[in-house]
Structure formats: C-alpha cells, structure tokens
C-alpha cells in the first residue's frame, strides 16, 4: 500500500476438506491449521442468517490472540467456500490516503475473484474488549467502501475480541 502501510495476505484452508488448496493470490496453501468445522458441514448449512454467520467465525476464529483481518467467501447460495484468508499486519489506523483506500479495494476484489466468491465475510480480529473503538469503527468504514469501491458484496463484518465475536453493524460505522 503507501509509504509505511503494508498487510501481508496467506491464505489457510481452515475447512477439513483433506486436499490442497491452491489460491492464486497467496500461492499453495495447505490444510495446516486444526480444524474445528468438518468442511462437509459447512456445505449442507447455507450462512441465511446473521446467527448462523456469527456462530461459524466464533466456530472458525473464534476469540482474538492477534491484529488481523480475515476474510470468508461465499457462493451464491451463501455457502462457505473451503478457503478462508487471514491478512497479517493490520494496521490500527484503516487507509489513509485515495491510493491506499484503491490499493485495499484491489486486494479485496482480487481475493473474491480468486476465490470464485459471490460475496465475502469480513473478521477484524484484535485483542481487547467487545466495545468497538474509533479505529474498529475506522476500519469497518474502511472495508464498507472498499468493496462498493470494488463491487464487491459484503455479507457481513464482524469483530474477534478477547472474549468472542460481536455483528459489527452498519449503524456502528455508517452514520
């Protein structure tokens, strides 16, 4: 991104499937972190709600232990995909300037076209409280604009903090 503003993408196949995954914009990936979620599950349990979204990233992610952002892809018929993309190096303060902001959108627009994603899920992990602070509220602002910036749909956006995981809003952010 600009001067000092860098994120670090990888990806994980954090879904059980026992195969390789190959995602284009990381490289090869494989199965390396434990899995709680059999991926069989996630492809017969379509994400309709907020409910059932909240509960597969507490089931996924769960309780935050680092600073990043994650990113969940789902079909059109809003089933997880078997990829989940975890960004290292979030900075506490989202873009500041237009380059940066086009820079995010890219990388957004990029991971959903890689993935085949009809839409995304966004986790903002960081260690703290369940209360959003101005910069979780900077950042999900952010991450909203970015993807109507790339077209892309944002499903949901949601907080990892030190005691679980929190809906973040539009209220919260857009107004």
């Given at each position: ?11 994980s ?33 379509p ?90 509220v ?12 790339a ?25």
């Amino acid at each position: 991104m600009g001067s000092g503003y860098s994120l670090t993408a990888r990806c994980s196949n954090r879904l059980d499937t026992g195969e390789r995954v190959d995602a284009a914009w990381t490289g090869a990936v494989s199965n390396s972190i434990g899995m709680t979620i059999p991926y069989d599950e996630t492809i017969t349990v379509p994400l309709e709600t907020d409910a059932l979204i909240q509960q597969r990233v507490a089931d996924l992610i769960g309780r935050a232990n680092r600073r990043q952002l994650w990113l969940l892809f789902l079909d059109d018929q809003r089933v997880q995909l078997p990829v989940i993309m975890p960004i290292d190096g979030l900075p506490t303060a989202p873009p500041g300037t237009s380059d940066e902001a086009a820079t995010l959108a890219q990388m957004i627009e990029t991971a959903v076209d890689a993935a085949d994603a009809a839409s995304v899920v966004m986790v903002i992990e960081r260690f703290g409280s369940s209360e959003l602070t101005p910069s979780d509220v900077a950042w999900a602002r952010s991450l909203h604009e970015a993807c109507d910036a790339a077209a892309v749909q944002l499903r949901a956006l949601l907080l990892s903090h030190r005691g679980g995981v929190r809906w973040i809003a539009q209220d919260d952010y857009r107004f």
